[in-house]
């Protein structure tokens, strides 16, 4: 069923032809690698790994992760957990405080059939919690969140780490299961302390940590400075995208998707359009990079601004230049959120055209 | 079947209730009244109304814009008009160059039973266009786009203008239909010169063009300084935005879309996270503004950063800071792309709750 062509060329004309484009093609041969050399790093260290699903939003992807090794998963939201248990996975940790009635039902509906875990990080959301674990008719695996210096969600103190683990332990219907981390890149010494202590001190109030978890791509490469750490999540690793490249954690070899685009307009020598925009990359910035994207055929050419349909290429530092009707291959700069603007991919290895995968948890928001 | 509460907190609790949070949520009454008013400018203009729908992209909404007087509808993509012909509606503009085999089959297929026109900025897209004609089995129209300055698609000259028009007249199954404008705000002087240029042109070539059409919601504003324009394409002032509050086109009061969030975090005094990040209100910076949302309750809060479902608030401008569990309704900074995150709408007026609607022509990006 599949079709094998003797060029990148070639599969990039069938791949219009039979999907149109904007398209997102993922090569499953370098997804294999990624996901080989991930789980390589977590063997390594003797950390399992945990990884998380958001950026690929696929069931059968994640399938390939546990087959590799993996001990269960993450999701950042409910939604993407129930898309995930949908396609046969179990062991999901959703590290994001869930309230309110709508979602603790759904959550107790979930955890009554697999072994469901959920982060949390201040009271509120620990006093719904027994709702959905009444739901479930057994106990809600909770995580307290930290913050070690990342400024998003998580207390910022082992003493209320500590005390909102003690709270976990004492409501109904919940077990505290322990910790998790999210340490900023190049400072896992805040996250060690933040540990460190936060251990010591739930073990003097009776209660025990299984699950230390961290995470991040670019924590991958420094997993054995954390000591004491059970899991890892990592995400961005399956597909990288010029983010992780500007890390320094994937090459261009290892990037496995790309935007499949045309180019639409011609208009001036030093100026071309492409058929997607900001509703096709997302106009986010990767941290900082030059540009929306890395054009594989073009690397000089600057996807330098977004109408929502429209990347406006400055073609001007390229002596070669893409006529109207040419295919180009991006890199996106964020690859998680790029994956999020489509409903599909077309999966391809090499030059071998696979077939289609769902992006099955595309806008599960909630 | 509609629910009629008695405040707006009640109406937000009773959403968040049934549909979970992030939602979008879009007064009716409003809608109709942002309707109501753009209709009545183009008619005091004496200039069709040709709504594009690349903002709301739903056929119930479009045909209400069809009943307050407009001619036909405009679409970005091909696939926003194949979703919008199947709900029923005709006479589409597709502002696009329309390229690639797969697109000009379904291109003909949609010409077929629909009056579709369709714009040009080369020629290699008007070679194209004859096999969408073909499989039509009726002439197509074909516009030619005209940059006045913008540097999107568009030629930049009449004289190019004039030349394209000629090569549509020529080719076989195509009929020459107009010219289509996107005038830059305040530069209508460009667009004029460009337009009357352009028609002398045509018209010495013995081409008449039916269609000369202008577009922008800002642009709206300004309708009588452009003469000699047959229809106008505005698609952001049916719901609005910060960016048409910024541009001076619409109050709060003529925002008929907030994303109904909730604080899921409060680690700092100073600081908040609401479970709507970069996936749900997307990166766009509104060319400008002051971080990505304005919240309605809390109007002093600054939608600082996100990650992809953590938006960061910054809370340190606020007296009253709102806890954990609460419910707020955002303004996204772009409505076009926001809208574009989510599957479906749910639809109130005022403080009665009417139902769901579809983001039909979600993701259709080809």
Chains 1, 2 share one sequence.
Do not use: W
Request: glycine content about 10%; proline content about 5%.
């Amino acid at each position: 069923m599949t079709m094998k062509f003797a060029s990148m060329d070639e599969l990039k004309e069938a791949v219009a032809r039979h999907y149109g484009t904007p398209c997102l093609m993922i090569d499953l041969d370098v997804v294999e690698k990624n996901i080989e050399r991930a789980q390589k790093l977590c063997d390594a260290a003797g950390v399992a790994a945990r990884p998380h699903i958001k950026t690929h939003k696929n069931p059968q992807i994640a399938a390939m992760q546990q087959r590799a090794g993996a001990r269960g998963i993450t999701c950042q939201k409910l939604g993407e957990a129930e898309v995930m248990a949908d396609g046969g996975l179990d062991d999901i940790l959703i590290t994001y405080n869930i309230l309110g009635d709508e979602k603790l039902a759904r959550l107790g509906a979930l955890a009554a059939t697999r072994t469901i875990a959920v982060a949390a990080d201040n009271p509120v959301t620990i006093e719904g919690l027994p709702k959905a674990a009444a739901i479930a008719g057994r106990p809600l695996n909770v995580l307290v969140e930290c913050d070690s210096g990342r400024k998003r969600a998580g207390v910022e103190t082992p003493g209320e780490a500590i005390e909102l683990a003690r709270m976990i332990a004492a409501a109904p219907g919940l077990a505290f299961a322990g910790f998790v981390f999210y340490p900023v890149e190049n400072a896992i010494g805040a996250a060690q302390t933040f540990r460190d202590e936060a251990v010591s001190g739930v073990r003097e109030a009776g209660l025990e940590p299984r699950i230390l978890s961290s995470g991040g791509t670019p924590n991958l490469a420094t997993l054995s400075q954390f000591s004491g750490i059970t899991e890892h999540r990592a995400g961005t690793y399956i597909f990288n995208d010029r983010m992780m490249m500007a890390a320094g954690m994937a090459s261009l070899d290892d990037c496995a998707l790309h935007v499949l685009a045309t180019v639409v307009s011609r208009a001036a020598p030093e100026r071309g359009i492409l058929d997607s925009g900001s509703k096709t990359l997302t106009s986010d910035p990767g941290g900082g990079l030059d540009g929306f994207g890395l054009i594989r055929e073009y690397p000089e050419a600057r996807i330098a601004a977004f109408a929502e349909e429209h990347g406006m290429l400055d073609l001007s530092r390229c002596n070669d230049r893409p006529p109207v009707g040419t295919l180009v291959r991006i890199v996106p700069n964020h690859v998680c959120v790029t994956v999020n603007m489509f409903d599909r991919y077309v999966a391809v290895r090499g030059t071998e055209l696979i077939g289609q995968m769902d992006v099955a948890a595309r806008g599960r928001l909630g």
